[in-house]
């Protein structure tokens, strides 16, 4: 049963502190997004990746957010520093392509708390 | 600024009867529309789509109307069922890049 891990899947952690995120997609897909979901906005786009180079991060607070693929099994997302506002669940997604209509599949995210 | 909304935050529908959810968008180029469901401590799953050169699909018990002209969206379970309790988001795309709502949370009661 191919599914999209996440981990950690809850971090508690002291604002200023470095918080990073892993991901590992389908293996085969090579299309990956990180979204953050909050009570007011719903779930947002962050960034994504096709065949590991980064397409559009326009979503992301460039000064403290970072994502990257180092390889096609592992998606990362850093937050440095991180600030109490940061505090969301991340979900990543993996899609076989980047064709319109292909399914993206989500990881069951990584509940952040910044305090 | 939200380009896809759902503007009710929650809905209780009786087992068996209709739970009709909606959905309002503003970007005129979205082509495709889906349907997630998410389960407490569980990431989205995708649920339904349509194409925006259809008006209606239909799966089972879950029907997706699309009006265009009124960029309206709407979900349709019929009869729902007690493991439909769940949120239910709206997504729009224009290519694969999706533009989502905040939820509705849906509670059917026995």
């Known amino acids: 049963d191919a599914r999209v891990t996440q981990t950690p899947r809850h971090k508690v952690t002291e604002m200023g502190q470095e918080v990073t995120m892993r991901c590992q997609p389908i293996l085969g897909h090579n299309t990956v997004f990180w979204y953050r979901q909050t009570m007011m906005q719903g779930l947002e786009l962050l960034a994504y990746?096709?065949?590991?180079?980064?397409?559009?991060d326009s979503g992301m607070p460039k000064d403290r957010f970072s994502a990257e693929m180092p390889d096609a099994t592992l998606a990362t997302l850093k937050i440095q520093p991180s600030e109490p506002r940061d505090s969301a669940v991340y979900f990543c997604?993996?899609?076989?392509?980047?064709?319109?209509?292909?399914?993206?599949?989500f990881g069951p995210g990584t509940r952040l708390l910044v305090l | 600024d939200q380009q896809v909304k759902q503007n009710s935050p929650s809905l209780s529908v009786q087992e068996g009867r209709i739970s009709i959810l909606n959905c309002d968008y503003t970007n005129s180029m979205f082509d495709y529309f889906l349907w997630y469901k998410k389960y407490p401590a569980e990431g989205p799953t995708f649920l339904i789509s349509?194409?925006?050169?259809?008006d209606k699909n239909e799966d089972g018990r879950f029907t997706v109307f699309l009006n265009k002209s009124a960029k309206h969206l709407s979900l349709h379970i019929v009869p729902s069922q007690p493991g439909d309790s769940a949120v239910y988001f709206c997504?729009?795309?224009?290519?694969?890049?999706?533009?989502f709502g905040a939820g509705t949370t849906v509670t059917v009661r026995a």
């Open positions: 997504a729009a795309s224009t290519g694969f890049k999706l533009s």
């Open positions: 997604a993996s899609a076989l392509s980047w064709a319109t209509q292909e399914t993206q599949y």
């Open positions: 990746f096709r065949n590991r180079a980064p397409l559009d």
């Open positions: 349509i194409s925006s050169i259809k």
